[in-house]
Protein backbone atom coordinates (compact mmCIF):
# COMPACT_ATOMS: atom_id res chain seq x y z
CA UNK A 1 0.00 0.00 0.00
CA UNK A 2 1.22 3.58 -1.12
CA UNK A 3 0.28 7.02 0.47
CA UNK A 4 -1.99 8.36 -2.31
CA UNK A 5 -4.88 11.12 -3.03
CA UNK A 6 -8.12 11.04 -1.02
CA UNK A 7 -10.72 9.60 -3.55
CA UNK A 8 -13.48 10.95 -3.65
CA UNK A 9 -16.43 10.25 -1.28
CA UNK A 10 -14.53 6.91 -0.12
CA UNK A 11 -16.47 3.74 0.36
CA UNK A 12 -15.41 0.89 2.00
CA UNK A 13 -14.15 -1.49 -0.47
CA UNK A 14 -13.50 -4.29 1.48
CA UNK A 15 -17.82 -4.42 1.29
CA UNK A 16 -16.96 -5.25 -2.22
CA UNK A 17 -15.55 -8.13 -4.20
CA UNK A 18 -14.14 -7.45 -6.91
CA UNK A 19 -13.28 -4.47 -7.24
CA UNK A 20 -13.86 -3.83 -10.98
CA UNK A 21 -11.39 -1.06 -12.48
CA UNK A 22 -12.59 -0.24 -16.30
CA UNK A 23 -9.09 0.53 -17.52
CA UNK A 24 -8.77 1.86 -21.03
CA UNK A 25 -5.17 3.11 -21.17
CA UNK A 26 -5.61 6.53 -20.76
CA UNK A 27 -4.29 8.57 -17.80
CA UNK A 28 -7.56 8.83 -15.66
CA UNK A 29 -8.79 5.40 -15.86
CA UNK A 30 -4.69 4.05 -15.37
CA UNK A 31 -4.43 6.33 -12.37
CA UNK A 32 -7.69 4.95 -11.31
CA UNK A 33 -6.53 1.43 -11.37
CA UNK A 34 -2.89 2.47 -9.88
CA UNK A 35 -5.51 4.05 -6.55
CA UNK A 36 -7.18 1.24 -6.43
CA UNK A 37 -4.17 -1.36 -6.07
CA UNK A 38 -2.78 1.18 -3.30
CA UNK A 39 -5.97 0.15 -1.37
CA UNK A 40 -6.80 -3.38 -2.13
CA UNK A 41 -4.62 -6.16 -2.41
CA UNK A 42 -4.72 -6.60 -6.47
CA UNK A 43 -5.75 -10.17 -6.22
CA UNK A 44 -9.25 -8.83 -5.44
CA UNK A 45 -9.17 -6.34 -8.56
CA UNK A 46 -10.02 -6.79 -11.73
CA UNK A 47 -9.16 -4.08 -14.64
CA UNK A 48 -11.29 -4.73 -17.61
CA UNK A 49 -9.80 -3.07 -20.74
CA UNK A 50 -12.64 -2.99 -23.94
CA UNK A 51 -10.72 -3.20 -27.59
CA UNK A 52 -12.64 -1.63 -29.87
CA UNK A 53 -10.65 -2.90 -32.70
CA UNK A 54 -9.56 0.67 -32.96
CA UNK A 55 -7.43 1.78 -30.20
CA UNK A 56 -4.15 3.75 -31.03
CA UNK A 57 -1.29 1.73 -32.13
CA UNK A 58 0.51 3.17 -28.98
CA UNK A 59 -1.96 1.99 -26.54
CA UNK A 60 -2.82 -1.57 -28.17
CA UNK A 61 1.36 -1.12 -27.20
CA UNK A 62 1.17 0.18 -23.89
CA UNK A 63 -1.88 -2.73 -22.37
CA UNK A 64 0.78 -5.46 -23.81
CA UNK A 65 3.55 -3.90 -21.83
CA UNK A 66 1.80 -3.36 -18.10
CA UNK A 67 0.54 -6.91 -18.45
CA UNK A 68 3.45 -8.30 -19.28
CA UNK A 69 6.30 -6.51 -17.17
CA UNK A 70 4.05 -3.87 -15.03
CA UNK A 71 1.28 -4.28 -13.14
CA UNK A 72 0.74 -6.96 -9.93
CA UNK A 73 0.75 -10.87 -11.09
CA UNK A 74 -2.07 -11.54 -8.96
CA UNK A 75 -4.09 -8.69 -10.64
CA UNK A 76 -6.37 -10.07 -13.36
CA UNK A 77 -6.67 -8.32 -16.61
CA UNK A 78 -9.40 -8.85 -18.83
CA UNK A 79 -9.34 -8.16 -22.42
CA UNK A 80 -13.15 -7.81 -24.12
CA UNK A 81 -13.70 -7.52 -27.27
CA UNK A 82 -17.35 -6.16 -28.83
CA UNK A 83 -16.36 -8.28 -31.92
CA UNK A 84 -16.48 -11.14 -29.36
CA UNK A 85 -18.80 -10.62 -26.99
CA UNK A 86 -21.53 -8.88 -28.87
CA UNK A 87 -20.33 -9.92 -32.42
CA UNK A 88 -18.39 -6.90 -34.10
CA UNK A 89 -15.98 -4.19 -33.93
CA UNK A 90 -16.24 -0.93 -34.23
CA UNK A 91 -15.05 -0.71 -37.87
CA UNK A 92 -18.14 -3.72 -38.57
CA UNK A 93 -20.45 -2.14 -36.76
CA UNK A 94 -19.81 1.23 -39.23
CA UNK A 95 -19.90 -0.90 -42.32
CA UNK A 96 -22.61 -2.70 -41.30
CA UNK A 97 -24.87 0.21 -40.43
CA UNK A 98 -23.87 1.97 -43.19
CA UNK A 99 -23.08 5.08 -40.95
CA UNK A 100 -21.09 6.55 -38.63
CA UNK A 101 -22.06 7.18 -34.84
CA UNK A 102 -22.25 10.36 -33.67
CA UNK A 103 -22.82 12.73 -30.66
CA UNK A 104 -26.56 11.84 -30.47
CA UNK A 105 -26.24 7.96 -32.00
CA UNK A 106 -23.33 6.50 -29.63
CA UNK A 107 -24.05 3.04 -30.58
CA UNK A 108 -20.09 1.97 -29.99
CA UNK A 109 -19.55 3.20 -26.87
CA UNK A 110 -22.64 0.84 -25.69
CA UNK A 111 -22.40 -1.70 -28.41
CA UNK A 112 -18.40 -2.20 -27.25
CA UNK A 113 -17.95 -1.28 -23.82
CA UNK A 114 -20.80 -1.10 -21.97
CA UNK A 115 -22.84 -4.08 -23.25
CA UNK A 116 -19.86 -6.28 -22.41
CA UNK A 117 -18.79 -5.69 -19.69
CA UNK A 118 -22.40 -5.72 -18.26
CA UNK A 119 -21.63 -9.36 -20.30
CA UNK A 120 -18.60 -10.05 -18.18
CA UNK A 121 -19.87 -9.25 -14.87
CA UNK A 122 -23.15 -11.27 -15.35
CA UNK A 123 -20.97 -14.12 -16.79
CA UNK A 124 -18.21 -14.36 -14.20
CA UNK A 125 -21.62 -13.57 -11.32
CA UNK A 126 -19.80 -10.46 -9.99
CA UNK A 127 -22.86 -9.30 -8.54
CA UNK A 128 -20.91 -8.75 -4.95
CA UNK A 129 -18.71 -6.29 -6.89
CA UNK A 130 -18.25 -2.57 -7.82
CA UNK A 131 -17.35 -0.94 -10.69
CA UNK A 132 -14.86 1.23 -10.26
CA UNK A 133 -14.47 4.62 -13.47
CA UNK A 134 -11.72 6.99 -13.62
CA UNK A 135 -14.11 10.00 -14.42
CA UNK A 136 -13.18 13.39 -13.35
CA UNK A 137 -15.26 16.47 -12.62
CA UNK A 138 -12.91 18.66 -14.40
CA UNK A 139 -13.27 16.91 -17.99
CA UNK A 140 -16.70 18.69 -18.92
CA UNK A 141 -19.95 19.85 -18.29
CA UNK A 142 -21.36 16.51 -17.91
CA UNK A 143 -18.72 14.92 -15.50
CA UNK A 144 -19.09 18.00 -13.49
CA UNK A 145 -22.40 16.36 -12.45
CA UNK A 146 -21.87 13.04 -11.79
CA UNK A 147 -22.83 11.38 -8.84
CA UNK A 148 -19.50 9.66 -7.11
CA UNK A 149 -21.55 6.77 -6.24
CA UNK A 150 -24.55 4.93 -7.76
CA UNK A 151 -25.57 2.04 -5.91
CA UNK A 152 -27.03 0.34 -9.35
CA UNK A 153 -25.24 1.20 -12.17
CA UNK A 154 -24.95 0.58 -16.34
CA UNK A 155 -23.43 -2.85 -15.60
CA UNK A 156 -26.29 -3.77 -12.95
CA UNK A 157 -23.70 -3.08 -9.83
CA UNK A 158 -22.71 -0.41 -7.63
CA UNK A 159 -20.33 2.50 -9.98
CA UNK A 160 -17.61 4.09 -7.84
CA UNK A 161 -15.95 7.12 -9.05
CA UNK A 162 -13.11 8.26 -7.04
CA UNK A 163 -11.27 10.63 -9.40
CA UNK A 164 -14.02 12.83 -9.67
CA UNK A 165 -12.41 15.90 -7.66
CA UNK A 166 -8.95 15.03 -8.82
CA UNK A 167 -7.25 17.26 -11.12
CA UNK A 168 -4.89 15.88 -14.23
CA UNK A 169 -1.79 16.60 -11.99
CA UNK A 170 -2.99 14.40 -9.32
CA UNK A 171 -3.67 11.93 -11.73
CA UNK A 172 -0.33 12.39 -13.31
CA UNK A 173 1.16 12.14 -9.74
CA UNK A 174 -0.89 9.00 -8.84
CA UNK A 175 0.77 7.24 -12.10
CA UNK A 176 4.42 8.32 -11.03
CA UNK A 177 3.80 7.73 -7.83
CA UNK A 178 2.99 4.32 -8.61
CA UNK A 179 6.02 3.86 -10.90
CA UNK A 180 4.46 3.20 -14.29
CA UNK A 181 4.66 4.59 -17.72
CA UNK A 182 2.44 6.77 -18.97
CA UNK A 183 0.75 5.54 -22.68
CA UNK A 184 3.08 6.84 -25.61
CA UNK A 185 0.25 7.96 -27.49
CA UNK A 186 0.35 11.07 -24.83
CA UNK A 187 2.82 12.41 -27.43
CA UNK A 188 0.89 13.47 -30.03
CA UNK A 189 -2.57 13.31 -28.23
CA UNK A 190 -4.13 15.29 -25.13
CA UNK A 191 -6.80 12.82 -24.83
CA UNK A 192 -5.79 8.76 -24.41
CA UNK A 193 -7.48 5.52 -23.99
CA UNK A 194 -10.03 5.90 -26.96
CA UNK A 195 -10.51 5.16 -30.14
CA UNK A 196 -8.34 6.56 -32.79
CA UNK A 197 -10.88 7.70 -35.02
CA UNK A 198 -13.21 8.55 -31.90
CA UNK A 199 -16.49 10.50 -33.03
CA UNK A 200 -16.49 12.36 -30.00
CA UNK A 201 -12.48 13.59 -30.73
CA UNK A 202 -11.67 17.10 -32.15
CA UNK A 203 -10.76 16.90 -35.88
CA UNK A 204 -7.27 18.37 -34.78
CA UNK A 205 -6.88 15.19 -32.76
CA UNK A 206 -7.30 12.61 -35.52
CA UNK A 207 -5.43 15.17 -38.15
CA UNK A 208 -2.51 14.49 -35.66
CA UNK A 209 -3.15 10.33 -35.47
CA UNK A 210 -3.45 10.59 -39.58
CA UNK A 211 0.23 12.54 -39.56
CA UNK A 212 1.36 9.47 -37.44
CA UNK A 213 -0.14 6.74 -38.46
CA UNK A 214 -1.54 7.89 -42.72
CA UNK A 215 -1.91 3.84 -42.93
CA UNK A 216 -4.04 3.35 -40.40
CA UNK A 217 -6.37 6.11 -40.45
CA UNK A 218 -6.57 5.64 -44.54
CA UNK A 219 -8.24 2.78 -43.88
CA UNK A 220 -11.08 4.61 -42.19
CA UNK A 221 -11.51 7.04 -45.07
CA UNK A 222 -11.72 3.64 -47.27
CA UNK A 223 -14.31 2.90 -45.40
CA UNK A 224 -16.43 6.10 -46.13
CA UNK A 225 -15.98 5.65 -49.59
CA UNK A 226 -16.96 2.20 -48.92
CA UNK A 227 -20.19 2.90 -46.92
CA UNK A 228 -20.91 6.85 -48.28
CA UNK A 229 -21.06 8.18 -44.96
CA UNK A 230 -18.22 10.41 -43.28
CA UNK A 231 -17.18 10.49 -39.76
CA UNK A 232 -18.82 14.29 -38.77
CA UNK A 233 -20.94 14.46 -41.60
CA UNK A 234 -23.72 16.93 -40.36
CA UNK A 235 -20.47 19.42 -39.93
CA UNK A 236 -18.73 18.62 -43.13
CA UNK A 237 -16.26 16.27 -41.75
CA UNK A 238 -14.85 13.66 -43.10
CA UNK A 239 -11.74 11.26 -42.15
CA UNK A 240 -10.76 11.45 -46.20
CA UNK A 241 -9.80 15.28 -45.29
CA UNK A 242 -8.39 14.88 -42.42
CA UNK A 243 -5.73 12.75 -44.36
CA UNK A 244 -5.02 15.24 -46.92
CA UNK A 245 -4.80 18.02 -44.36
CA UNK A 246 -2.18 15.25 -42.40
CA UNK A 247 -0.77 14.83 -45.38
CA UNK A 248 -0.28 18.10 -46.82
CA UNK A 249 1.45 19.43 -43.37
CA UNK A 250 5.36 18.32 -43.83
CA UNK A 251 6.03 18.13 -40.18
CA UNK A 252 4.52 17.27 -37.03
CA UNK A 253 4.41 20.87 -34.56
CA UNK A 254 5.10 19.81 -30.71
CA UNK A 255 1.60 19.55 -29.38
CA UNK A 256 2.37 21.69 -25.82
CA UNK A 257 -0.71 21.35 -22.72
CA UNK A 258 -3.86 23.47 -24.08
CA UNK A 259 -2.91 23.48 -27.47
CA UNK A 260 -6.24 21.54 -28.29
CA UNK A 261 -8.38 23.55 -26.00
CA UNK A 262 -10.95 26.00 -27.63
CA UNK A 263 -10.36 24.39 -31.49
CA UNK A 264 -14.03 23.02 -31.07
CA UNK A 265 -15.73 23.39 -27.88
CA UNK A 266 -18.52 21.00 -28.56
CA UNK A 267 -15.89 18.14 -28.62
CA UNK A 268 -16.06 17.19 -24.80
CA UNK A 269 -15.37 13.74 -25.46
CA UNK A 270 -17.38 10.47 -24.71
CA UNK A 271 -19.43 11.05 -21.11
CA UNK A 272 -19.74 7.21 -20.63
CA UNK A 273 -17.04 6.93 -18.21
CA UNK A 274 -15.64 3.66 -20.21
CA UNK A 275 -14.42 5.47 -23.42
CA UNK A 276 -11.67 7.94 -21.61
CA UNK A 277 -11.15 11.05 -22.90
CA UNK A 278 -8.54 12.36 -20.36
S1 LIG B 1 -13.72 6.00 -27.91
FE1 LIG B 1 -15.16 7.20 -29.20
S2 LIG B 1 -15.51 5.98 -31.10
FE2 LIG B 1 -14.57 4.62 -29.52
S3 LIG B 1 -16.31 3.63 -28.54
FE3 LIG B 1 -15.83 5.46 -27.32
S4 LIG B 1 -17.14 7.17 -28.13
FE4 LIG B 1 -17.12 5.45 -29.63
Redesign the pocket.
Known amino acids: MTDTIAATAPIALDRYDPVIVSWSGGDDSTACLAYILSQVPASRVKAVWCD?G?EHPETYGYIWRMVDAVLPRDLEVLCVRGETVYGES?EAGIRRRGQW?GAKA?Y??KH??TIPTARLVRRRAWWGGVLVLGQRRAESAHRARLAPFNAVGACGIPTWRPLLDWTKDDVLAQIARQGWPRNPVYAYQTRG???M?????RPAEIVRTARRHPDQIARWAALEAEIGHTWGSRKGHSIANFLATARSQAFLPRLAPGDLDGEDAAHEG?D?G???MG
Request: aromatic content about 4%.
Open positions: TALPRCTLKGNCVCIMACSFCE
